[in-house]
């Protein structure tokens, strides 16, 4: 299985991002998508994961504005941020969970700035 990240860019604080990830090459069964990110210096954290039953959790930097969503259909993860922060600027990584294997995708890179 294979993880395609996209939808990251510049964004002046107080905006909004969508990233996408898709997963390709296998068949999932229960499985658990989320994003991570990792800013200059620091370590990677969890932003936001949602299991293949929808059901969802965030870091506490991320709730009120950012939401995790799914389309099992097309094995594909979402991350809606809103009411962007300087602090948000990191690459952020898809990761996949299922069947005992951790898939990590590309990172996509996210500035916050003006």
């Known amino acids: 299985v294979q993880l395609q990240a996209s939808g990251g860019g510049l964004v002046q604080p107080g905006g909004s991002l969508r990233l996408s990830c898709a997963a390709s090459?296998?068949?999932?069964?229960?499985?658990?998508m989320g994003w991570h990110r990792q800013a200059p210096g620091k370590q990677r954290e969890l932003v936001a994961s949602i299991t293949s039953i929808s059901r969802a959790n965030y870091a506490e930097s991320a709730k009120g504005r950012f939401t995790i969503s799914r389309d099992n259909d097309k094995n594909t993860v979402y991350l809606q941020m809103n009411s962007l922060k300087p602090e948000d600027t990191a690459i952020y990584y898809c990761?996949?969970?299922?069947?005992?294997?951790?898939?990590w995708g590309q990172g996509t890179q996210v500035t916050v700035s003006s």
């Open positions: 090459g296998g068949a999932l069964g229960f499985n658990v």
């Open positions: 990761n996949l969970l299922y069947s005992g294997y951790n898939v």
